[in-house]
């Protein structure tokens, strides 16, 4: 079956715009995860989702949000975007999270200029 | 608050030699521990994982173990070659949540011809 899917792939955004990310799991996984990954850096939590609830949130500012769907797609926004947010942000899906696989996407590289 | 740390940050071995990651969790509760390797420019993939109730796990070359006393847990890859350069990340859940992980800072594996 499909991958983790996530759009678009590269973009590149000016300092103080607002970007979202979208991300498709694996058919019939209800949670959807989000990481920020910058260069040489390990694994940050952004947040989780759960049938459309945040079960859990990691230590981003309040520019960073998220949302889930009723299909479980999910989009993450960033606002006011600054030179730091310049990363590879990854989705993650799995069943039920935790415990289950947890299977990511390619990811989606923004440059903020 | 909780943490992996994950030892050593780079790691370089002559191909057909061994190689050994070990990362220690904070989290007695912690049940389940998850391996990742991600190649350049992809998302993680998980290419083993363990359970609290296991010691040891093997799947070809790749073996993980687990030392619940010690609250540590290590990456054995055996007959090293040039595919496996790539960096690895461990992960712990946190407790029995089983929808959260904690991961490790990766390591970067290369493999010298």
């Known amino acids: 079956k499909a991958g983790v899917t996530q759009t678009p792939r590269y973009l590149i955004k000016t300092r103080g715009q607002q970007v979202t990310l979208s991300c498709s799991p694996i058919s019939g996984h209800r949670s959807v995860s989000w990481y920020q990954q910058t260069p040489g850096q390990g694994l940050q939590f952004l947040f989780e989702?759960?049938?459309?609830?945040?079960?859990n949130k990691g230590n981003f500012p309040g520019r960073f949000s998220g949302r889930q769907f009723s299909n479980s797609r999910s989009e993450m926004n960033v606002s006011t975007l600054e030179l730091g947010d310049s990363a590879l942000y990854l989705c993650?899906?799995?069943?039920?999270?935790?415990?289950?696989?947890?299977?990511f996407g390619e990811g989606s590289w923004l440059t903020v200029v | 608050g909780e943490n992996v740390e994950q030892h050593p940050s780079t790691l370089s071995v002559q191909e057909g030699d061994s190689a050994v990651i070990k990362c220690t969790y904070s989290?007695?509760?912690?049940?389940?521990f998850p391996w990742y390797k991600q190649e350049l420019g992809k998302g993680p993939q998980l290419i083993i994982d363990i359970r609290s109730n296991v010691g040891e796990k093997k799947d070809q070359r790749i073996a993980v173990t687990l030392n619940k006393t010690a609250k540590h847990f290590s990456l054995h890859i055996t007959e090293t070659q040039p595919e496996d350069s790539a960096v690895y990340f461990c992960?712990?859940?946190?407790?029995?949540?089983?929808?959260?992980?904690?991961w490790g800072a990766g390591t970067k594996l290369i493999i010298k011809p």
């Open positions: 992960a712990a859940s946190i407790g029995d949540s089983n929808y959260q992980l904690i």
């Open positions: 989290d007695s509760a912690s049940n389940y």
């Open positions: 993650a899906s799995s069943s039920s999270g935790g415990g289950n696989t947890i299977y």
């Open positions: 989702y759960f049938s459309e609830t945040q079960r």
